[in-house]
């Protein structure tokens, strides 16, 4: 079967951007099929691709995918308006490769919602099989956030998320709230497969030399964040308990902020006036994107897993953040900061800590037991490992994700469309 794969901001495990879409196209090589990517140039991310851009595409093989990608160079830094228009431009140059191209079923991932365009403008106009990717709520997400609150442009997306679903044979969520927030716009619960994220033992589990950034020594309790610096992060939180542990002269932990994103200037520069990154003897310590093999050693020498995010409530189940299962796969504890359907899945496995939203006391307190009792903590590690294993080896989440895009066959021994959140 040929498959058409369109996700705007597609990486291989070259760049630090997430590579789910990667492994999912590997999967669906290895049982046989053809697949190719469709996508821009992301800051960040490593689509695989040298040569030059030749009327704004360049087009090659990576690792038996057929990718082509547009000349289009988004970076999570950029503004609201630049942003919309990339998305809106991949969208449309998207839609000449779907009435173009000699393809089987049409797959597309968000974010953004707009990558659902050119799988409704193949499902319509070429009677082609369409499944749609839900990896955030949109509008509901941005909606919540206050990021968009002109009317007619939530009415718009709505009417964009609407059609997406609806024109879609199949849908897959990445979180139990995707799911619900599919079924209430009025799709049967037998169309929606969760399929979440997964854990890549092959990076994670296997890494190379282990190493610390700069002002992290040996005996710290390392807490590593490992992911985009934006709004919806909420990173504050982590320079809030920061600004609590050096109150309470806790040196011995330093809080490593790892990525780029819109809000990183502004945290630095908050971090360098109140003291809190090493040159004010804070814990703070900022470092660049690294990629996935940089990561995992990262990892391999990091203690503890921050998973952080605004105090949102859309975002409580509605998420299915990579960085958390990068965490699990290398047996990382991991610190959550808001409730939902992680929080719960960390205390009932018992492989970290979940602290309520917007507590820099508790945070704290989470970090201090951590570093006090690394017997526990190892035991955390431990649990963390054996619930990547049991639940999220992406190899069964593959075979999951293959069968349904390419047979319509439900993940098999597992409720399809998620709980209720």
């Known amino acids: 079967m040929k498959v058409l794969y369109f996700h705007q901001h597609f990486s291989t495990p070259k760049g630090s951007a997430g590579t789910r879409s990667y492994e999912m196209a590997r999967r669906l090589l290895a049982e046989g099929h053809q697949v190719t990517m469709v996508c821009g140039s992301y800051h960040g991310g490593q689509t695989g691709l040298q040569g030059a851009f030749r009327r704004g595409r360049r087009e090659g093989e990576v690792d038996g995918i057929q990718v082509v990608e547009f000349n289009l160079a988004y970076s999570n830094a950029d503004g609201f308006l630049k942003r919309a228009g990339l998305f809106l431009l991949f969208a449309l140059r998207s839609v000449l490769v779907a009435l173009t191209r000699r393809y089987d079923v049409v797959f597309a991932t968000s974010t953004p919602l707009t990558a659902g365009i050119p799988g409704i403008v193949a499902r319509w106009l070429r009677g082609k099989r369409f499944v749609f990717e839900v990896r955030d709520l949109w509008p509901e997400l941005p909606k919540a956030m206050g990021v968009i609150t002109n009317p007619l442009v939530l009415w718009l997306m709505s009417g964009l998320e609407w059609l997406s679903y609806h024109s879609a044979h199949r849908l897959v969520a990445l979180s139990p709230g995707m799911a619900k927030g599919i079924r209430a716009r009025g799709i049967d619960p037998a169309r929606i497969a969760m399929i979440p994220n997964g854990c890549d033992f092959g990076i994670f589990a296997a890494p190379g030399p282990g190493w610390r950034p700069e002002g992290v020594e040996a005996t710290d309790l390392m807490a590593i964040f490992t992911g985009t610096h934006g709004m919806a992060n909420g990173l504050d939180a982590v320079l809030d308990a920061g600004a609590e542990l050096k109150r309470r002269g806790r040196t011995d932990i330093k809080l490593v902020l790892v990525g780029q994103g819109m809000r990183k200037p502004a945290l630095r520069e908050r971090a360098a006036a109140e003291g809190l990154d090493g040159a004010g003897g804070g814990p703070l310590v900022f470092h660049d994107p690294v990629d996935k093999a940089r990561l995992a050693g990262l990892m391999a020498e ?120």
């Open 302 to 421: 990091a203690d503890l897993g921050m998973q952080i995010l605004a105090n949102v409530p859309a975002f409580y189940f509605g998420t299915s953040p990579n960085k958390f299962f990068d965490y699990i796969s290398a047996g990382l504890p991991v610190l959550n900061n808001y409730p939902g359907w992680l929080a719960s899945m960390i205390e009932e496995s018992g492989c970290g800590f979940s602290v309520p939203p917007d507590d820099p006391v508790r945070f704290a307190d989470a970090l201090e037991a951590a570093a006090d009792d690394r017997d526990a903590l190892a035991a955390k590690g431990d649990a963390a490992a054996q619930l990547a294993r049991e639940r999220f080896d992406r190899d069964t989440l593959g075979r999951d994700f293959v069968a349904w895009v390419t047979r319509g066959e439900p993940p098999a021994g597992r409720v399809q469309e998620g709980p209720d959140a």
